[in-house]
């Protein structure tokens, strides 16, 4: 009896083995949370360094070396965001579609945690002195653009993962 059904179940599992399966909704969600609690980190730099550049020619050395260590710290949590998304990015393909741009996704946040640990040296605000902050004030604006350029290269690389995905929308609030 058992010989009458291997034909059938060989035919039925290879059947199954040709056709192509989606990535399950809840990785697709676990990939679409941690990209975007990465983009609010980013985010959130690009605004103190926005801040930085407003207050720049008017400003006094203690709102430089306040600027400074806002954008710091900014520096230090993406960093941190970046990392655990390389993690998730790292465990697990979303789906074969994807593995390309997930790869280069991988890549440039690697080289975008590595930009950030240099922000976070480089504006380092101490020692709290007025010296401190004219060199902040002299070099600021090109580290400023420096930033801007790395993290627009990250924003390309996530959107072409998210666009190969084909990760569910965030919510708006």
Not at 93 to 99: E, G, I, N, P
Not at 109 to 134: F, G, I, Y
Request: with cysteine; proline share 5%; net charge positive.
């Amino acid at each position: 009896m058992l010989a009458a059904w291997l034909p059938l179940w060989g035919m039925l599992a290879g059947h199954g083995a040709a056709v192509r399966q989606d990535p399950d909704s809840a990785l697709l969600y676990r990939f679409r949370d941690a990209v975007a609690v990465t983009s609010d980190s980013l985010e959130t730099i690009r605004g103190v360094a926005q801040a930085f550049r407003n207050d720049l020619r008017l400003a006094s050395h203690t709102l430089i070396l306040a600027r400074a260590t806002a954008i710091q710290n900014a520096c230090l949590s993406g960093a941190s965001a970046l990392r655990r998304l390389q993690g998730i990015l790292a465990a697990r393909t979303v789906s074969r579609a994807a593995a390309r741009s997930q790869a280069e996704l991988r890549t440039t946040a690697e080289e975008t945690v590595a930009a950030l640990d240099r922000c976070a040296r480089s504006w380092d605000p101490l020692p709290r002195t007025d010296a401190r902050a004219d060199t902040l004030r002299a070099w600021g604006p090109y580290r400023v653009t420096q930033l801007d350029q790395v993290l627009s290269r990250y924003d390309a690389a996530r959107r072409s993962f998210v666009a190969a995905a084909k990760l569910p929308p965030v919510p708006k609030h």
